[in-house]
Antibody
Framework: EVQLVQSEAEVKKPGESLKISCKGSGYSFTTYWLAWVRQMPGKGLEWMGTIYPGDSDTRYSPSFQGQVTLSADKSINTAYLQWSSLKASDTAIYYC???????????????WGQGTMVTVSS | EIVLTQSPGTLSLSPGERATLSCRASQSVSSSYLAWYQQKPGQAPRLLIYGASSRATGIPDRFSGSGSGTDFTLTISRLEPEDFAMYYCQHYGGSPKYSFGQGTKLEIK
């Protein structure tokens, strides 16, 4: 079964760092782009960025450039989303999602992780 | 930057009725790059439609997509109780760059 399994919910204080994970299984992890998507409480979906685990080629949404870091460890089929200094406004559910085709169109996401809830509060 | 605007914000219908959800792009886009997702409370989004009109694997044929240029539509021909959820359209703008509409809530009347 193709699946993405994300790390558990986190509760952090403003200014703290955090790294959450997304582990792929059931497919060739290194050959499919993976995206991260934010969903703030009661709000819609926002694309944050995309990484190609095969060579860690990374593209960021301008809205998130410099705010987060995407990375991947292909030896353990895991992608990461990282913050160096969290803010209360980072409170959200974060999803990882796999692009449906290894190369070319369609540019959509067919497999989603279950989401990781990040709460930032003093 | 292309902005996707979905309407209505909330749609109240009864099971068995037909639902028509709209997604309007701020400028003309390729239908190849327009998709629809369903999201139920507490769940991750689920891909329904890609390429404006192609159903994803396992999606019932009561779901259909259409449109071109700036206006796209998701139609649910006959609502089942499990169809009441949030729906988002999504566009791929190259580079890569993805954007989502703000969503339409389909609720039971």
């Amino acid at each position: 079964e193709v699946q993405l399994v994300q790390s558990e919910a986190e509760v952090k204080k403003p200014g703290e760092s955090l790294k959450i994970s997304c582990k792929g299984s059931g497919y060739s992890f290194t050959t499919y782009w993976l995206a991260w998507v934010r969903q703030m409480p009661g709000k819609g979906l926002e694309w944050m960025g995309t990484i190609y685990p095969g060579d860690s080629d990374t593209r960021y949404s301008p809205s998130f450039q410099g705010q987060v870091t995407l990375s991947a460890d292909k030896s353990i089929n895991t992608a990461y989303l990282q913050w160096s200094s969290l803010k209360a406004s980072d409170t959200a559910i974060y999803y990882c999602a796999r692009k449906i085709e290894a190369t070319g169109p369609p540019y959509v996401f067919d497999i989603w992780g279950q989401g990781t809830m990040v709460t930032v509060s003093s | 930057e292309i902005v996707l605007t979905q309407s209505p914000g909330t749609l109240s219908l009864s099971p068995g009725e037909r639902a028509t959800l709209s997604c309007r792009a701020s400028q003309s886009v390729s239908s190849s790059y327009l998709a629809w997702y369903q999201q139920k409370p507490g769940q991750a989004p689920r891909l329904l439609i890609y390429g404006a009109s192609s159903r994803a694997t396992g999606i019932p044929d009561r779901f259909s997509g259409s449109g071109s240029g700036t206006d796209f539509t998701l139609t649910i021909s006959r609502l089942e109780p499990e169809d009441f959820a949030m729906y988002y359209c999504q566009h791929y703008g190259g580079s890569p760059k993805y954007s989502f509409g703000q969503g339409t809530k389909l609720e039971i009347k």
